[in-house]
């Protein structure tokens, strides 16, 4: 399978060419406007077909594409490739213009080609592992924090808050009406946001608070009697019967496989195979980026002028 790596910059370099130049069954296509870094990463990773210019793919034999540039270029660039009958990939957020999104997945229902969202945590090995219970869930609490970054709210919310928000957004139908949103600004950024709701007797929350004092994510699961707790994605606890049980991934797991990178890439080769992705999938996608649009207008609503 050929695919094409559009977006060359950090998140590409740390989280994804690792993982896709390791696999034998794909080949690549780097893309990049920047010279530099095209020519330097395709000598590093032995990568033989580059271009800077994403309009030339098309031509050169591609199955499919994934997308890593910057947000504001998702909309145009996905829907090029969309016209064209490719399956796309987009690094979260798909657009932070929840109308866009819309316009996206129904070009991509018109032309039946898959559109995938590149949410890493709904991968996550020692969360799956351990989270699919036979208990009712009671409640799931999803905190990301941040030191000394607090920001601009578009930004903030689409591009980060996100995260915690998709995590929480399990079964992708939450109406906007449920949520309870508060917030704290500090100046004109937004330095703290925490959101809940209530479903069939279930307490969702997300919280990421951008002037905290170490960045860390940590979540929580309360089941029928039985509790976890995850400060990071390799190791947790659970108390079940008032005992408490250290919970790790095995040795020598490898860092992106415990990020959900691996089994995230792993899925989206099915995708492409198949020609399709579920309906289900679509649905929370869509809604979680129409729960992030919602927050923004609050927060700009409740913004002094």
């Known amino acids: 399978m050929k695919i094409a790596v559009i977006g060359l910059g950090s998140i590409a370099q740390k989280a994804y060419l690792p993982v896709l130049t390791q696999r034998a069954d794909l080949e690549l296509v780097f893309c990049t406007r920047n010279a530099e870094i095209l020519n330097h990463l395709a000598k590093q990773y032995r990568i033989s077909e580059t271009c800077s210019n994403y309009r030339s793919l098309p031509k050169m034999g591609i199955d499919a594409v994934m997308i890593h540039s910057s947000t504001h270029s998702h909309f145009e660039i ?13 690094d979260k957020p798909l657009s932070d213009c929840y109308s866009q999104c819309e316009a996206l997945y ?95 007797e279930v307490l969702y929350q ?13 979540i929580h699961a309360d089941y029928l009697n039985t509790s976890f707790r995850f400060d990071s994605f390799l190791s947790g606890i659970q108390w079940q019967n008032n005992e408490e049980k250290a919970l790790h991934l095995p040795d020598w797991t490898p860092m992106l496989k415990s990020k959900g990178f691996h089994d995230m890439i792993d899925h989206w080769i099915n995708v492409v195979q198949k020609g399709q992705q579920s309906l289900e999938l679509t649905k929370r996608n869509l809604n979680t980026h129409l729960l992030c649009d919602t927050i923004y207008e609050h927060v700009l609503d409740k913004t002094p002028d």
């Open 206 to 218: 997300a919280s990421m608070n951008r002037s905290a004092g170490k960045t860390r994510e940590m």
């Open 106 to 200: 129904e070009l991509s229902a018109k032309k039946s080609q898959p559109l995938f969202l590149g949410f890493n945590r709904r991968y996550l090995p020692l969360l799956k592992q351990h989270l699919d219970q036979d208990k009712p869930l009671m409640a799931l609490r999803w905190e990301k924090h941040r030191h000394n970054l607090s920001g601009e709210p578009k930004t903030f919310i689409f591009d980060d808050f996100i995260h915690a928000l998709d995590s929480i957004n399990l079964q992708g139908n939450t109406s906007p009406e449920d949520l309870s949103i508060h917030f704290q600004r500090t100046g004109d950024h937004l330095s703290r946001l925490d959101i809940q709701w209530q479903s069939d």
């Open 78 to 90: 996905t829907r090029f490739f969309l016209n064209t009958g490719l399956p796309v990939f987009v």
